[in-house]
């Protein structure tokens, strides 16, 4: 976990990492204000591209696959952010706002490599290191969003936490409140220099083990560990199904089946991976 480090937007590119932060200033003022966002990434990622009259269907079901944890891609003018639900809660809330510095940069920048290519987003680019330049800034990107500067000055004041000796079960009141991991926490108080790089690499070595242990004792940032269950959102296709019942520009007959086929996706996706049979 210590390569996160040394291989962090902040060490490698510190004017980059600085332009970062103050796009996350500016964004913040325009679609976030003072929120601590947390679960609500979700609101703000959908807010966004609304703001921007940019169609979005935000996608959340459970994959078999572990290391997938989202995808954003754009179709016929219409953008799809598919979130992988079967992984923890933070997790998913990161990869959101992985996410949408993606789509910030192709609306913002007129960056079309979305357009383009699409992005994937895997597990180890969160945990352990990214190594594309953009996967670095998208990763600043997000832990800013998700714990900016004046809200963890702020919360430090509310909580009382003194950075002098910090231990395990700091770094998870901190995760606990703005519903990041691990290492993005300690990175944050290395970037605001609450502590310095000694304390953070001793942190960052501390076992996995240890750390899911002190967790489990002290009930912090457990919430937001779990893996939501039968967590399956399908954009608006819901709502434009209730609109067009509700209209009848349907016949009751394709309407029932689309729901019956609907019913039938939902309760494949809930099963276990190795349960499924893709058609």
Known sequence: MCKVLDNS????????????????TSFNA????????????????ENYAARHDMPLELLRYPIGDA???ACTFIRQGRMFVMINSAIP??????AAAHELYHIYCYCEEKDFALLQFGSILESGVIEDEAKELEDMEANAFAALLLAPRDRLE?????????????????ILKIMDIFAISYKAAVLR???????????????LQIDRDEINKQMEVTGKA???QEIPRNLIRFGSLLEKMYDLEQR???????LNSDKARLKEIEKMLGKPARQRRWR
């Open 9 to 24: 937007l902040y060490i490698k590119e510190r004017k980059k990492y600085l332009k970062i932060s103050q796009c996350v």
């Open 89 to 94: 809660l933070s997790k998913q809330i990161f």
């Open 67 to 69: 290391e997938l944890c």
């Open 248 to 254: 009848e520009r349907v016949r009751d007959e394709r």
């Open 222 to 224: 457990v919430r937001w």
């Open 154 to 170: 702020e919360q430090s004041d509310v909580y009382n936490l003194s950075y002098k000796e910090v231990s395990v079960q700091l």
């Open 189 to 203: 108080l290395f970037e605001e220099e609450k502590i310095d790089k000694k304390t953070a690499r001793n942190l």
């Open 30 to 45: 325009l679609y976030n204000k003072n929120n601590i966002i947390q679960d609500d990434i979700f609101c703000v990622l």
